[in-house]
């Protein structure tokens, strides 16, 4: 038998929580490919191995620490004004992408759970490391659905530094006990926990014992 959300998630209608902070790539649209394809690009380029498993180490973290990641397979070392050079090469091809994107990268359930969040009187938040956040809502036409947006473009530290999800409440007017936050990547899970915030754990991160709840199967099961 389906589970509701807030079976399976009770914190979202029992009051102990005023809002829903989101991180958005594999929580609620997914543009994991286009960062594939940007990073390999690059990785191409300068004949660096690169691969969706060394992606997936990627997941969650900043897109200079992404690139340290990606350099450990280097044949040769690069100078720090040469990767932010590398980094902006990423970041340009990746913009490319995101503006060929369509409705159907909003992953499936994710309006429905927006709309359970709001007809129960949640706020609802972004908070994404990635400093592109405000050009793919807009892309999507999801800007308007959210209380407060927190991205990369706020803070000094990324995931999973704490300072996103703590940004994002600070724009809610809310203490971060009283935010849930949905994550699916583990330094994203990190982040909140250091925050001082429970978290549903979606998809890929539904495993870590440090969650509060779990979906594996996003939202898209549940509503």
């Given at each position: 038998m389906k589970q509701t959300a807030s079976e399976l998630c009770p914190a979202l209608t029992d009051g102990t929580a005023k809002a829903v902070i989101f991180d958005l790539d594999g929580v609620l649209v997914t543009t994991d490919n286009c960062h594939f394809l940007a990073w390999n690009r690059m990785a191409q380029e300068e004949g660096i191995p690169f691969d969706r498993k060394i992606n997936d180490r990627l997941r969650g973290v900043s897109r200079m620490e992404s690139l340290e990641i990606i350099l450990e397979k280097s044949p040769r070392t690069y100078t720090e004004e040469e990767k932010l050079a590398l980094a902006e090469r990423k970041n340009n091809y990746y913009?490319?992408?995101?503006?060929?994107?369509?409705?159907?990268?909003?992953?499936?359930?994710?309006?429905?759970?927006?709309?359970?969040?709001?007809?129960?009187?949640?706020?609802?938040?972004?908070?994404?490391?990635?400093k592109n956040t405000k050009a793919i809502l807009t892309r999507l036409g999801m800007t308007e659905l959210?209380?407060?947006?927190?991205?990369?473009?706020?803070?000094?530290?990324?995931?999973?530094?704490?300072?996103?999800?703590?940004?994002?409440a600070e724009k809610l007017g809310l203490a971060p006990a009283l935010c849930l936050?949905?994550?699916d990547a583990d330094a994203g899970i990190a982040a909140a926990k250091a925050a001082g915030m429970r978290v549903i754990a979606v998809g890929p991160a539904a495993s870590?014992?440090?969650?509060?709840?779990?979906?594996?199967?996003?939202?898209?099961p549940l509503l």
């Amino acid at each position: 038998m389906k589970q509701t959300a807030s079976e399976l998630c009770p914190a979202l209608t029992d009051g102990t929580a005023k809002a829903v902070i989101f991180d958005l790539d594999g929580v609620l649209v997914t543009t994991d490919n286009c960062h594939f394809l940007a990073w390999n690009r690059m990785a191409q380029e300068e004949g660096i191995p690169f691969d969706r498993k060394i992606n997936d180490r990627l997941r969650g973290v900043s897109r200079m620490e992404s690139l340290e990641i990606i350099l450990e397979k280097s044949p040769r070392t690069y100078t720090e004004e040469e990767k932010l050079a590398l980094a902006e090469r990423k970041n340009n091809y990746y913009k490319e992408l995101i503006g060929t994107l369509e409705r159907d990268a909003i992953l499936p359930g994710a309006l429905a759970m927006l709309d359970f969040c709001r007809t129960h009187g949640l706020k609802t938040a972004i908070g994404s490391s990635s400093k592109n956040t405000k050009a793919i809502l807009t892309r999507l036409g999801m800007t308007e659905l959210f209380d407060a947006i927190a991205d990369g473009n706020d803070i000094k530290h990324s995931k999973p530094a704490p300072d996103v999800f703590l940004c994002a409440a600070e724009k809610l007017g809310l203490a971060p006990a009283l935010c849930l936050v949905a994550e699916d990547a583990d330094a994203g899970i990190a982040a909140a926990k250091a925050a001082g915030m429970r978290v549903i754990a979606v998809g890929p991160a539904a495993s870590n014992p440090d969650a509060d709840f779990a979906l594996p199967q996003g939202f898209a099961p549940l509503l």
